[in-house]
């Protein structure tokens, strides 16, 4: 079972067993400036990607303001989660690039 972005074959999860949801953002996470934190749950071996940034900014910015840059504070922009496919055989083709119809 998939999320909406299994309806998107760009993503690449189109008709895949991969289980996956956004619970902020999107799936992707662009024109910030930031990092992004991998963690797996200990117990449900689930993949938690959350992605922290601050709003981009060109180099005149801090030139004209540099309070404004330095002051803005960090914030979540993408949190997804994938759910860990049990007995999965890496022989086995999970549909993944595949794209869909």
């Given at each position: 079972?998939?999320s909406?972005?299994?309806?998107?074959?760009?993503?690449?999860?189109t008709?895949?067993?991969?289980?996956?949801?956004?619970?902020?953002?999107?799936?992707?996470?662009?024109?910030?400036?930031?990092?992004?934190?991998?963690?797996?749950?200990?117990?449900?071996?689930?993949?938690?990607v959350?992605?922290?940034?601050?709003?981009?900014?060109t180099?005149a910015?801090?030139?004209?303001?540099?309070?404004?840059?330095?002051s803005?504070?960090?914030?979540?922009?993408?949190?997804?989660?994938?759910?860990?496919?049990?007995?999965?055989?890496?022989?086995?083709?999970?549909?993944?690039?595949?794209?869909?119809s």
């Open positions: 079972m998939c909406q972005a299994c309806s998107d074959s760009s993503s690449g999860l008709n895949s067993s991969i289980q996956v949801s956004s619970s902020t953002g999107g799936y992707v996470a662009t024109h910030i400036y930031g990092w992004t934190e991998f963690d797996i749950d200990r117990d449900s071996k689930a993949l938690t959350t992605t922290y940034g601050i709003d981009s900014y180099f910015d801090p030139q004209a303001d540099s309070t404004d840059v330095v803005r504070e960090p914030e979540v922009w993408q949190r997804l989660r994938v759910e860990p496919v049990i007995g999965f055989s890496s022989a086995g083709n999970c549909g993944v690039g595949q794209g869909g």
